[in-house]
């Protein structure tokens, strides 16, 4: 695969599939950043994906982990601007692909500091994000950071897993 995370993230493309030579019919990608709108903006492109492939089964569960992972892309990677010299602010992109016994939810952002599932404090606010992924996920984790961009943050939802 000849094209970079960083090439993905920074590109007005909405359909990572045809860069990444993956089926269209089982991949969509949307691109958002740091502004109020873009948790409400990924749940609908997540809503209307899951309908058009028919995996309404998917959609209570994929809003509830791509919501902590877009949540967790614009606390941890888009708030801060981005590096210095940046000419537009920084960017990630929720992706869906569908799999014949599944559906994986990737957040791709900029930032190279990997996600950790830590304990939350009690009484505190905010922290369980993860643990929300993991519960309700078969599986979960990152791809590590290359030299020149950030991670790819993602969960596998299981066919036998979710409610028909």
Known sequence: MTTTLKSLLHSSHHDWGVALG???????AVRFGAD???PARTRRFLHRTLREWELDRYVEVATAVSAEL???AIQHA??????PGEACPP???LALIGKEHG???AVADPSPVP???AAPRDLAESGRGLHIVAALSETWGFSPPSRQAGKTVWARLAAHLVPL
Do not use: I, M
Not at 22 to 28: D, G, W
Not at 78 to 83: C, E, I, N, Q
């Open 36 to 38: 109020p709108q873009s």
């Open 115 to 117: 996600p950790v599932c």
């Open 103 to 105: 559906l994986v939810c």
């Open 78 to 83: 888009l708030r801060d601007g981005g590096p």
């Open 22 to 28: 993956l089926s269209t019919s089982h991949f969509a």
């Open 70 to 72: 877009v949540a967790n």
């Open 91 to 93: 960017r990630a992109w």
